[in-house]
């Protein structure tokens, strides 16, 4: 994966509606106006404040390049920039991979592979 790849953590519910074609946003996304993504190096620390103790959850990586000028990246937790995608859903045309969350033995969320 590359720099252009970001990542949307899905519920099952969440996944299933992606994979019909597009996917408007969590309700925390639809609160705020845009979708939540987080790069690489953010997703465990995203998984881990906002997603802990569920379970059944699946990881979706969005080409960014494809979202084009939809992608606005924003402070958001520590300072840090996050990519947000603004002006309508997620379509599953620019997801290039997805899968069940995993974590590696260090407990890192593992990156879906395309299959």
Known sequence: MS???????????????????SF???PVDLA??????????QLT?????????QDDLHVAAVD???LGDAVKWEE???GALFPHVYGGP???????AYGPLERD??????LPVAG
Request: glycine residues 10%; negative net charge; charged residues 25%.
């Open 3 to 21: 720099d252009a790849i970001a990542y949307k953590v899905l519920t099952a519910a969440q996944m299933a509606t992606l994979e019909g074609g």
């Open 24 to 26: 408007a946003g969590a």
């Open 32 to 41: 705020d106006g845009y979708i939540h993504l987080s790069t690489a190096a």
């Open 45 to 53: 620390e995203t998984v881990d404040k906002h997603f802990a103790r």
């Open 64 to 66: 960014l390049e494809a």
């Open 76 to 78: 958001s937790r520590g």
């Open 90 to 96: 997620l379509l599953l045309e620019t997801v290039v």
């Open 105 to 110: 033995a260090d407990g890192k969320v593992k």
